[in-house]
């Protein structure tokens, strides 16, 4: 039988959860620091060929399904997947992947996005927006992209035929 937790249970099991999001957030963005330049693990795990990128990935995502998990709305939840997806796409770039990384600390805009979100109360509501946005705009690329390919495709036959 599932007992239902009271309004300060719930704040509190979300404090709890969100100190242990955020404690891995730092350990994966700011743990170390060489003359004043702060990083953590995420950069350093990067370094490893796909097993690097997969693990950051993979550590970034459980921290947002727990925030998920206690309450996040659709579109904080959106907005930090997209941060997650960016570090991991940008950051699987060889050698400038591996710079980005060491700058981008998609963790700690995440911990700010959700401080905003259960402290200052933005960040509210449906992503369904933002996803029709992104799907836009990854409709855009893909139409030019094979437009693109088409004008070269002509391009080269009347340049060989």
Do not use: C
């Not at 509190?12 to 242990?20: M, P, S, V």
């Not at 206690?70 to 579109?75: E, L, P, R, V, Y």
């Not at 705009?137 to 036959?157: A, C, H, P």
């Amino acid at each position: 039988m599932k007992r239902d937790l009271s309004l300060a249970d719930k704040h509190k099991k979300r404090d709890h959860d969100f100190g242990w999001v955020e404690r891995l957030s730092w350990l994966m963005d700011n743990k170390f620091q060489i003359a004043g330049f702060r990083f953590g693990l995420d950069p350093i795990l990067n370094f490893i060929p796909f097993a690097g990128t997969i693990a950051s990935f993979g550590t970034s995502f459980v921290l947002v399904m727990v925030m998920w998990r206690n309450g996040a709305s659709s579109k904080l939840v959106v907005k930090m997947l997209i941060n997650i997806s960016m570090d991991a796409l940008l950051g699987a770039i060889p050698l400038l992947g591996n710079v980005f990384d060491f700058f981008n600390k998609a963790n700690a805009k995440n911990i700010k996005l959700m401080k905003e979100h259960y402290y200052e109360n933005k960040h509210q509501g449906s992503a369904i927006w933002l996803l029709l946005g992104i799907l836009s705009i990854i409709l855009l690329f893909v139409v030019g992209t094979i437009y693109l390919l088409w004008i070269s495709g002509e391009w080269f036959w009347h340049l060989f035929f």
